[in-house]
């Protein structure tokens, strides 16, 4: 069974940062496409960032680039998403999800529909 555990979700002041990480059990992270999401009540999942691990190619939503970094550490099949310079807008639920296989990076891989494994995601809030 796959589970996607996120943690280092919090409150913090806006220009501040925060460190989320995604473990992953019963799925290595070789071969796979990884992606961060956000949710804010009343509106649809939206990407935030994504790699691709064969390759290590990256994407960011606009919205977040230059302030986001997402990395992964296949040793302990963990994902990583930086965040710096959090603004309220920033404010939201954060998901990651994977999914297996042998890819280039796309920006495909910030739509929600191309994942099979969801974790149950992490509140971040980002005070003004």
């Known amino acids: 069974e796959v589970q996607l555990v996120e943690s280092g979700g919090g409150l913090v002041q806006a220009g501040g940062s925060l460190r989320l990480s995604c473990a992953a059990s019963?799925?290595?992270?070789?071969?796979?496409?990884i992606g961060w999401f956000r949710q804010v009540p009343g509106k649809k999942r939206e990407g935030v960032s994504c790699?691709?691990?064969?390759?290590?190619?990256?994407h960011y939503a606009d919205s977040v680039k230059g302030r986001f970094t997402i990395s992964t550490d296949n040793a302990k099949n963990t994902a990583y998403l930086e965040m710096n310079s959090l603004k309220a807008e920033d404010t939201a639920v954060y998901y990651c999800?994977?999914?297996?296989?042998?890819?280039?990076?796309?920006?495909?891989?910030?739509?929600?529909?191309?994942?099979?494994?969801w974790g149950q995601g992490t509140q971040v809030t980002v005070s003004s």
């Open positions: 019963g799925f290595t992270f070789d071969d796979a496409a």
């Open positions: 790699i691709t691990t064969t390759d290590g190619a990256t």
């Open positions: 999800a994977a999914k297996k296989g042998i890819y280039s990076g796309s920006y495909y891989f910030l739509s929600t529909h191309v994942y099979d494994y």
